[in-house]
C-alpha cells in the first residue's frame, strides 16, 4: 500500500526495462478517472519508468466502470500504460466492460485444478472474445503437490507435481498461468511445464479427482476470498519478465529465451519483491 515494493522492483529492473513486461493493479479505492491516472503516475515515478505494459482494475469498487475505462484509456493515449485489464471480473461484468470498451486485454482470474467454476461459462465467454485469461494461484499456493492424483501423473510423466498441475491449466488456449516463486531454481522448474503434454487418460484421471462444475458457481467463486487478498489475439512479449509491481518481480531471464519459440508467452514464474502479496 505504501509502495514500498514498486520502488524495490524498480531497483531490480533498472538497466534491464525492455526485457521485462511490467504489470500492475490499481485498486478499487483509486479507482475512477483522475485517481486512477493519479495512481498510476504514482507508480511510474516509484518504478523509475515512464511505462507500465499491463494495468489491471484489481476488482469491481462502487466507482462506475465507465470512469476507470476512461483513466485507463487516457493512459495508453499518452503512453503511460500499454495495454489494460481488469481482475476478478465475472460474466456479468465482463458484458458490461464490453458495452464500454473493446480494448480490455486480459481477465485475471483465480483458476487451478481445485477452483474451476470460471469452466463453466467465463472462460468460454474469454475463448468467444479472444480474450486471455490469466490465472492466479495456479498452483492453489502449493497445496496441488500433495494431491494423490497429481503425484500418480507426475511420477508417469517424470515431472513435479507443481509442473502437472501447471501444465493442467495451459492446456487451455489462451490461458496464461502465473505461479509464485522465491527461488530461482522453481522459474525453470516452472517453465519445464510447458513442454507436459497431458494426455487423455491424465485429463479423465483430474477429472475424476476434482470435477469440473455442472452449475453456475457464484460470484466470489472466481475470486479469492477478499478478507484474505485486500485462443488469444494479444501478444506478449517472449523474453519478458513480468510482474505484479505492487509485490512481485516475474524473473525468467536466461530461461525464457529457451522456449521463445513456443509458448513461453503463457506462462511466467513470479518472485516476491519485498511483502507478501495476496495475488499468490
Known amino acids: 500500500a505504501s509502495g514500498g515494493a514498486e ?3 524498480g531497483q531490480a529492473i533498472e538497466g534491464r526495462r525492455d526485457e521485462t513486461m511490467l504489470v500492475s493493479k490499481v485498486l478499487p479505492s483509486n479507482a475512477g478517472r483522475a485517481r486512477a491516472i493519479a495512481a498510476c503516475e504514482a ?8 511505462r507500465i505494459d499491463l494495468y489491471l482494475l484489481h ?6 466502470l465507465a470512469e476507470t475505462v476512461r483513466a485507463f484509456e487516457e493512459l495508453v493515449a499518452a503512453g503511460k500504460i500499454l495495454r489494460w485489464g481488469v481482475s476478478n471480473f465475472d460474466v456479468s461484468d465482463l458484458a458490461e466492460l464490453d458495452a464500454i470498451s473493446p480494448n480490455c486485454a486480459v481477465n485475471q482470474v483465480l483458476y487451478n485444478l481445485t477452483r474451476r467454476g470460471t469452466e463453466f461459462d467465463l472462460l468460454p465467454k474469454a475463448h468467444r472474445r479472444s480474450m ?6 495456479p498452483i492453489e499456493q502449493g497445496a496441488l503437490i500433495d494431491e494423490p492424483a497429481v503425484l500418480d501423473i507426475a511420477r508417469r510423466h517424470e515431472a513435479s507435481p507443481a509442473q ?4 493442467w491449466v495451459l492446456r487451455r488456449p489462451g ?3 502465473i505461479p509464485k516463486t522465491s527461488r530461482a ?17 491424465d485429463l479423465a484421471r483430474l477429472d475424476k479427482a476434482f470435477p469440473p462444475p455442472r452449475r453456475r458457481p457464484g460470484r466470489w467463486a472466481l475470486a479469492l476470498p477478499m478478507a484474505a487478498s485486500p485462443p488469444s489475439t494479444t501478444t506478449w512479449p517472449c523474453r519478458a519478465t513480468a510482474s505484479t509491481a505492487s509485490a512481485m518481480v516475474l524473473k525468467s531471464a536466461g530461461v525464457v529465451p529457451r522456449i521463445a519459440s513456443r509458448r513461453c508467452w503463457r506462462m511466467a514464474s513470479v518472485v516476491p519483491v519485498s511483502c507478501r502479496h495476496m495475488e499468490e
Open 7 to 9: 520502488r524495490i522492483l
Open 43 to 50: 507508480s511510474l515515478k516509484r518504478l523509475g519508468t515512464d
Open 59 to 64: 476488482w469491481r469498487g462502487s466507482v462506475p
Open 132 to 137: 486471455p485469461v490469466m490465472a492466479y494461484s
Open 164 to 167: 502437472i498441475a501447471l501444465a
Open 175 to 177: 490461458v496464461i498461468a
Open 185 to 201: 531454481e522453481r522459474v525453470t522448474e516452472n517453465l519445464g511445464a510447458l513442454d507436459i503434454e497431458l494426455t487423455e487418460t
